[in-house]
């Protein structure tokens, strides 16, 4: 057989299904089980600050997007396919829908659309965001994240249900195509089709269960918790006391040493008062006293070992520090760009990542559609003020206000020449040109001029 019929006939036989291949990679019946630690990983973002400030971070902002499905509309004004636009990378997909959308080639889906209702009430107990929010941190801490679809009378998802990663014991096979879901006393399988499987590829193994942040972290994270457990024993006393007192003949003169040592050394308006006792050459002080060397914080590195675990989390998520105050290192640049860099770096990819996997369950209401969202990347306002300011001339009126944050005005969408002291609609058109000696050529929101005399 030629490699063209190879092709058309399909690598594994022509089989529909991808897990064809996987007898091949997976010889075993049934799917890989969830990796040793997922519950505990996920379990973390409830007890270890720093995962849970940066997973929230990002999950929040990921979860604030604000999503859109639209339409190509062809000359008779039916909705028609954009094959280049649905499988652009996403700065390429946002310049070919906003020159359709200003050719008025694009139309919005309803407000009225099955998703964005499925979107906005998943199920009873969460929104669009905390679910969106979810999937993300399942994605970040272990790479994989999974939705139970709901389907509607009409046969299209009218709800999802997401499943935390370590229930699902099984992934499908060629032999059973079917998630195996177990949670305590649950057991169920779910066909394939009826699953949402958002996965991050592992480089090693692309078709396991998925490679997430959390992993990559695990080491750093268990020792960050355990450091804080050891301050909480530090100052918990560890059940040891500071000193121990040996001395007195008797249970009763014991007992008087006690009284007098706690009555004239106790309380802090005391400290550091010296303590005589008898015994001259007969007894050494050691006899009686006993201390005990506690470490202090800085012989145990404690402040500088977990200021350098908190950098590698917020390193490896690829956050900036100075979005949680973190300023030890920073200057006024720094902190002005540390937003722009967490969502053009960690944001937007993240985004476009769940876009990729939404788009799927789009198609299954209509495969014409494309789902899509404004950038969440910030604007530099630095640049567009120094380019403005470069030719001032060149913005609306409406426009400059628009850059000071302030209200658009009735008669602003005219441009400002503030050498000739007019001002256009046009500046390129001659005839609104004011004559030699002066003036401005009539605008739209002045009064109508009177008409010549007979």
Not at 65 to 78: A, L, Q, R, S
Not at 159 to 178: L, N, Y
């Amino acid at each position: 057989m030629s490699v063209w019929s190879r092709v058309k006939a399909g690598l594994f036989g022509g089989a529909r299904s991808p897990y064809a291949m996987l007898p091949a990679i997976y010889p075993s019946s049934s799917g890989a089980p969830p990796d040793l630690g997922t519950e505990d990983l996920l379990e973390g973002h409830e007890s270890m600050p720093w995962l849970r400030a940066v997973g929230d971070k990002v999950g929040s902002a990921v979860a604030c997007t604000e999503w859109e499905i639209v339409f190509g509309v062809d000359e008779y004004g039916k909705a028609t396919r954009l094959p280049q636009a649905k499988g652009a990378g996403a700065p390429r997909r946002a310049a070919l829908l906003g020159a359709l959308r200003k050719a008025g080639q694009l139309r919005e889906a309803p407000p009225d659309h099955p998703f964005y209702a499925a979107m906005e009430r998943p199920n009873p107990f969460m929104t669009r965001t905390s679910i969106t929010k979810l999937t993300e941190l399942h994605l970040d801490l272990v790479g994989a994240a999974y939705w139970i679809k709901q389907r509607g009378p009409l046969g299209v998802p009218v709800g999802f249900w997401p499943v935390p990663p370590h229930w699902i014991m099984e992934h499908p096979t060629s032999s059973r195509p079917s998630f195996r879901v177990a949670w305590r006393t649950w057991q169920v399988l779910i066909p394939e089709s009826e699953v949402v499987w958002f996965h991050e590829p592992a480089a090693a193994d692309p078709y396991g269960r998925g490679s997430g942040i959390g992993w990559s972290l695990g080491d750093e994270l268990e020792v960050d918790e355990y450091a804080a457990k050891m301050a909480k024993q530090l100052f918990f006393n560890q059940a040891r006391p500071d000193f121990l007192f040996i001395g007195g003949s008797s249970d009763a003169e014991l007992r008087r040493l006690e009284r007098d040592w706690v009555n004239r050394l106790q309380g802090f308006w005391r400290a550091h008062k010296p303590y005589f006792m008898l015994g001259g050459d007969k007894a050494r002080a050691s006899d009686y006293v006993h201390e005990f060397q506690k470490p202090t914080m800085e012989q145990l590195v404690y402040p500088g070992l977990r200021k350098i675990q908190r950098d590698i989390i917020l390193q490896t998520w690829g956050v900036p520090p100075e979005l949680f105050g973190i300023v030890e290192n920073s200057n006024r640049a720094t902190i002005e760009a540390a937003e722009y860099l967490f969502t053009r770096w960690v944001v937007w990819p993240k985004v476009e990542r769940l876009r990729g996997f939404l788009q799927r369950i789009v198609d299954e209401y209509d495969d014409r559609g494309i789902l899509t969202c404004d950038s969440p990347v910030a604007e530099d306002k630095e640049y567009q003020l120094n380019a403005a300011k470069a030719a001032p001339y060149s913005l609306l009126i409406n426009e400059w206000r628009a850059l000071q944050g302030l209200e658009p005005l009735p008669g602003g969408n005219v441009f400002v020449l503030p050498l000739n002291s007019y001002a256009t609609e046009d500046p390129a058109d001659a005839t609104t040109r004011p004559a030699a000696a002066g003036g401005r050529p009539p605008m739209a929101e002045d009064p109508a001029p009177a008409p010549p005399a007979a």
